[in-house]
């Protein structure tokens, strides 16, 4: 089993960045692939990014393309977001989710998740 706490997040203008955090508990964090999501007022949680476990292939939501990478440090148990050029349709709450063996997309599909950070952009 793995506890997933995220940081990071926080109120930021238009066109700035962020890079939130995903903290993992136990000593098999390298064994888990792990994903971004997201979720806005109103809408469903839906997918931001993931990185297999040894952090050698990613997969991005086109609307995170270009703007977002993720990474992890298995060494430290952690894994990143980093967001550039934000824009207010980023506004959300962030949740890292885990999974033993290959990443995947569907919200569905992930075992554990973290208790999410909030993300707001203003205009």
């Known amino acids: 089993q793995v506890q997933l706490v995220e940081s990071g997040g926080g109120l930021v203008q238009a066109g700035g960045s962020l890079r939130l955090s995903c903290a993992a508990s136990?000593?098999?964090?390298?064994?888990?692939?792990m994903g971004w999501f997201r979720q806005a007022p109103g809408k469903e949680r839906e997918f931001v990014a993931a990185?297999?476990?040894?952090?050698?292939?990613?997969v991005y939501a086109d609307s995170a393309k270009g703007r977002f990478t993720i990474s992890r440090d298995n060494a430290k148990n952690t894994m990143y977001l980093q967001m550039n050029s934000l824009k207010p349709e980023d506004t959300a709450v962030y949740y890292c989710?885990?999974?033993?063996?290959?990443?995947?997309?569907?919200?569905?599909?992930?075992?554990?998740w973290g208790q999410g950070t909030q993300v707001t952009v203003s205009s």
């Open positions: 989710a885990a999974r033993r063996l290959s990443y995947r997309t569907r919200a569905s599909e992930y075992e554990y």
């Open positions: 136990g000593r098999t964090f390298s064994t888990y692939a």
């Open positions: 990185i297999s476990s040894s952090g050698g292939m990613t």
